[in-house]
């Protein structure tokens, strides 16, 4: 699944590239890498790393079709790819984080539209699940994952296999 992800991923940057240079992210440093390793341990897996420190996906938005399009409304909604410290600082130090850690979710990325409302993908599901949960949803990790949140795909391939570009 890994490597689906991984050439999925660097199909999804092509196509970016294809619209704007402009829509591309950075790449992780290798410092930002070892952070990682050093606070999630094997929370983390060492893939996820590599993606992120191979292709240029931090602070890259990617959209999917939430809703139905309206008139004024194209029913697309965006999350913009996290940086390490910020998936560290969400993940360990902010609510719904600290509770569902532990759960196997890392916060992966943000809502550009300013909800408040973090990304997260539960790495101890084998399809890599990304899901929005709700800042406000509680403090317990079954009252967060069963009221909580909304999944946005079934895997981390399906965002980016349908990953809509901001322009």
Same mark, same amino acid.
């Given at each position: 699944?890994?490597?689906?992800?991984?050439?999925?991923?660097?199909?999804?940057?092509?196509?970016?590239?294809?619209?704007?240079?402009?829509?591309?992210?950075?790449?992780?440093?290798?410092?930002? $890498?070892?952070?990682?390793?050093?606070?999630? !341990? /094997?929370?983390? %897996?060492?893939?996820?790393? @590599?993606?992120?420190? +191979?292709? *240029?996906?931090?602070?890259?938005?990617?959209?999917?079709?939430?809703?139905?399009?309206?008139?004024?409304?194209?029913?697309?909604?965006?999350?913009?790819?996290?940086?390490?410290?910020?998936?560290?600082?969400?993940?360990?130090?902010?609510?719904?984080?600290?509770?569902?850690?532990?759960?196997?979710? $890392?916060?992966?990325?943000?809502?550009?539209? !300013? /909800?408040?409302? %973090?990304?997260?993908?539960? @790495?101890?599901?084998? +399809?890599? *699940?990304?899901?929005?949960?709700?800042?406000?949803?509680?403090?317990?990790?079954?009252?967060?994952?069963?009221?909580?949140?909304?999944?946005?795909?079934?895997?981390?391939?399906?965002?980016?296999?349908?990953?809509?570009?901001?322009?």
């Amino acid at each position: 699944m890994e490597n689906i992800i991984l050439n999925v991923a660097k199909s999804f940057i092509e196509r970016a590239k294809l619209l704007s240079e402009e829509t591309l992210g950075r790449t992780a440093t290798e410092e930002e $890498i070892n952070l990682l390793k050093h606070k999630f !341990g /094997s929370k983390l %897996p060492d893939w996820y790393c @590599f993606l992120i420190s +191979e292709l *240029p996906l931090i602070h890259m938005e990617i959209g999917w079709q939430a809703d139905e399009p309206e008139d004024d409304y194209d029913g697309v909604q965006y999350i913009e790819i996290l940086a390490p410290k910020d998936m560290i600082d969400e993940s360990y130090n902010a609510y719904p984080g600290i509770p569902i850690l532990n759960k196997g979710y $890392i916060c992966i990325g943000i809502d550009p539209s !300013g /909800s408040g409302d %973090p990304y997260f993908i539960n @790495f101890n599901n084998p +399809e890599y *699940p990304v899901f929005q949960i709700y800042h406000d949803s509680g403090d317990q990790p079954e009252e967060i994952l069963s009221r909580g949140r909304e999944k946005i795909t079934d895997s981390l391939r399906e965002l980016f296999e349908n990953g809509i570009i901001s322009e």
